[in-house]
């Protein structure tokens, strides 16, 4: 499928610099129906032309369809079944916003699962919105200075997260933003971050809370 996104237009020399930092990379974008359009595509294109692979990985085959301006939107091509994935698989997790998306992914064990090892792993996670709902049911937000849609901060206050109103947060490889006006910055702390690659395998980051060793 051909889609349009409306992303900045990056300077040839630092588009060559991020070219060859993603180069190889796997990201695995954990979705699935009522995601936030702009929210997918718009990451999605900024990895893809820092030259990552994406894989969209959802519950079910065929197509997922996008949430906009209150009403459904776009369809985007299932890459990968969730159910025939293993985290370590990727070096990094793409989790966009959409109230319904998360709310979905966060009751289904395969998804939090998926996430909880990502984490174990040091492996980068970027979150915009709803989608740190799915790092809460992780149980990996303690101790995470975190943003999120404002909605959310009681939710990630009471599970731990310092939580702040930024438009872009990165706290030990996790990316985080509130909303799609900040997607120009989270892309840009995104594509870093998931350059820089694992840390440490999760040496310096809080323990996972239910993911048990």
């Known amino acids: 499928m051909t889609f349009a996104a409306s992303v900045e237009t990056v300077p040839q020399e630092r588009s060559a610099l991020a070219r060859a930092s993603l180069e190889g990379k796997r990201v695995a974008a954990l979705v699935t129906d009522g995601f936030e359009v702009s929210e997918l595509f718009e990451p999605r294109q900024a990895l893809e032309a820092a030259g990552a692979r994406v894989d969209i990985i959802a519950p079910h085959a065929g197509q997922i ?14 890459d990968r079944l969730l159910d025939d994935v293993h985290a370590r698989e990727y070096d990094a997790v793409l989790l966009p916003g959409g109230v319904m998306n998360p709310d979905n992914l966060r009751m289904n064990p395969k998804a939090v699962g998926f ?36 909605s959310l901060r009681t939710d990630l206050t009471n599970a731990g997260a ?6 872009v947060v990165v706290d030990r490889g996790i990316v985080s933003s509130r909303k799609p006006a900040d997607l120009p910055a989270f892309n840009q702390k995104m594509i870093e971050e998931f350059a820089e690659g694992t840390h440490a395998a999760g040496s310096n980051r809080p323990p996972s809370k239910w993911l048990k060793a």
């Open 115 to 150: 996430i909880q090892q990502s984490y174990e792993d040091g492996k980068p996670i970027a979150a915009i919105c709803h989608g740190l709902w799915t790092l809460i049911d992780a149980g990996i937000t303690q101790g995470l200075r975190l943003t999120s849609w404002p």
């Open 162 to 167: 310092e939580w702040v109103d930024e438009e």
């Open 65 to 78: 369809r996008g949430w906009k301006d209150k009403n459904w939107d776009e369809t985007v091509d299932v």
